[in-house]
């Protein structure tokens, strides 16, 4: 696609249920970025992928998150049991590959737990 | 770990030019300064990125240092369409360490 999409664009979900943020980059870019930014609060960098491989998992903030991806396109990030701490925008970033190229950004999932 | 340092807020005037400094003391011979943008309510934007040479884009120039213990972001000519959190961010390892953002500096452009 033109750009990277990210979906649910808002998602509300109650406390201690499970969520599903879906991120597809742009076609081509074998490298892809999870981040996350709380209100009024710089990103924090939770997991990157290379293909399909994930080799830095040091992001993430708990054992409740993880994050996959397949074919090296989509990228799924799942949080379990959600806590109201997980509040935040997650964003999704790819690039042609890592090394020094320019991330696009997607839109971001608003997460909010209640 | 190599590190920026940014002022935390900048003002410019619409259609000055704006320069925003980045000081980065620590940084190693393969490292390279990128800079990106957020504007409000959306995801970071590339905006321009070098390693030792001075790099001009239909975004914006960055001026780096010989040293290249700074560097400078220069927006030509302001709008309030700039209005934005501007990132300085080193990429470590040549650049195989996904990129740390910081605080940036928030520019506020009046018109």
């Known amino acids: 696609g033109a750009g990277v999409s990210q979906s649910p664009s808002n998602k509300v979900t109650e406390k201690g249920k499970d969520v599903e943020l879906r991120c597809d980059p742009i076609?081509?870019?074998?490298?892809l970025y999870w981040y996350r930014q709380s209100l009024g609060q710089g990103l924090e960098f939770l997991i990157y992928?290379?293909?399909?491989?994930?080799?830095?998992k040091s992001g993430l903030p708990s054992d409740r998150f993880s994050a996959e991806r397949t074919g090296g396109s989509v990228s799924t990030l799942t949080i379990q049991r959600t806590q109201q701490e997980d509040s935040a925008v997650y964003l999704c970033?790819?690039?042609?590959?890592?090394?020094?190229?320019?991330?696009?950004f997607g839109s971001g999932t608003r997460l909010t737990v209640v | 770990d190599a590190k920026t340092t940014q002022p935390n807020s900048m003002e410019s005037n619409e259609e000055e030019p704006v320069h925003l400094p980045c000081n980065h003391s620590?940084?190693?011979?393969?490292?390279?300064i990128h800079w990106y943008r957020q504007l409000p309510s959306q995801g970071p934007e590339y905006v321009i990125h070098?390693?030792?040479s001075n790099v001009n884009n239909r975004m914006a120039s960055l001026a780096i240092a010989e040293d290249r213990k700074s560097s400078t972001l220069i927006l030509h000519r302001a709008t309030l369409r700039d209005a934005a959190v501007y990132y300085c961010?080193?990429?470590?390892?040549?650049?195989?360490?996904?990129?740390?953002f910081g605080k940036g500096t928030r520019l506020s452009v009046i018109a």
């Open positions: 992928f290379q293909g399909n491989s994930a080799p830095d």
């Open positions: 961010i080193l990429s470590l390892n040549s650049g195989n360490t996904p990129l740390v």
């Open positions: 620590t940084i190693s011979g393969t490292d390279y």
């Open positions: 076609s081509g870019h074998t490298a």
């Open positions: 070098g390693l030792t």
């Open positions: 970033a790819s690039s042609f590959q890592t090394g020094n190229y320019g991330y696009t």
